[in-house]
């Protein structure tokens, strides 16, 4: 079978094409949604059942969605499971999110702290990690308590971490060796 991403590309494309540059934020608000939930496995295993239809998938995962879809939203959805290609939207949403990044020329990051954070904290950090990375940045934050304190940075292939899970691995590192 073709790899995922060769799959997802021309979905992805046609999608980024088809949608009119104010509207790319709430297109890919949806798309991230659908992607959401087609990648649960449960939802997987019930539309790969041969006794399930299209539009019984469809109703599933329309009725799971957290808001009305879009019409664009449903039509998208209809072509991607009449053609079975559920398992590959995740996949379609990362492409679209990429395309949309380099129109814009932003890139997304995920801040990995072991706390929540309020809008003012995440507000600061966002704005030294673009002049950090030297671009826009589209931060999203994970709570992760295994990291004790600090923070642990994603953007695109780059990690930043200064979280005192790192130091004390490094600590670790230094006095073993």
Same mark, same amino acid.
């Given at each position: 079978?073709?790899?995922?991403?060769?799959?997802?590309?021309?979905?992805?494309?046609?999608?980024?094409?088809?949608?009119?540059?104010?509207?790319?934020?709430?297109?890919?608000?949806?798309?991230?949604?659908?992607?959401?939930?087609?990648?649960?496995?449960?939802?997987?295993?019930?539309?790969?059942?041969?006794?399930?239809?299209?539009?019984?998938?469809?109703?599933?995962?329309?009725?799971?969605?957290?808001?009305?879809?879009?019409?664009?939203?449903?039509?998208? #959805?209809?072509?991607?499971?009449?053609?079975?290609?559920?398992?590959?939207?995740?996949?379609?949403?990362?492409?679209?999110?990429? #395309?949309?990044?380099?129109?814009?020329?932003?890139?997304?990051?995920?801040?990995?702290?072991?706390?929540?954070?309020?809008?003012?904290?995440?507000?600061?950090?966002?704005?030294?990690?673009?002049?950090?990375?030297?671009?826009?940045?589209?931060?999203?934050?994970?709570?992760?308590?295994?990291?004790?304190?600090?923070?642990?940075?994603?953007?695109?292939?780059?990690?930043?971490?200064?979280?005192?899970?790192?130091?004390?691995?490094?600590?670790?590192?230094?006095?073993?060796?």
């Amino acid at each position: 079978m073709a790899e995922i991403a060769t799959i997802a590309r021309p979905y992805a494309e046609a999608l980024f094409k088809a949608t009119a540059a104010p509207d790319l934020g709430g297109t890919a608000a949806w798309l991230d949604e659908l992607a959401l939930i087609a990648a649960n496995p449960q939802l997987l295993q019930f539309a790969d059942n041969p006794t399930v239809t299209a539009s019984q998938v469809f109703d599933v995962i329309s009725g799971v969605a957290r808001s009305t879809l879009p019409d664009a939203a449903r039509n998208f #959805l209809r072509a991607v499971i009449e053609n079975g290609r559920l398992t590959a939207l995740p996949e379609m949403a990362d492409q679209f999110r990429a #395309l949309k990044n380099a129109q814009s020329g932003s890139s997304d990051a995920i801040v990995y702290s072991p706390f929540p954070m309020d809008s003012a904290a995440l507000a600061d950090v966002a704005a030294t990690l673009e002049k950090r990375f030297g671009r826009k940045l589209n931060v999203k934050v994970e709570q992760e308590p295994a990291l004790i304190g600090g923070i642990r940075v994603v953007v695109g292939d780059e990690v930043l971490d200064t979280s005192v899970k790192a130091r004390l691995e490094q600590m670790k590192v230094a006095l073993t060796a």
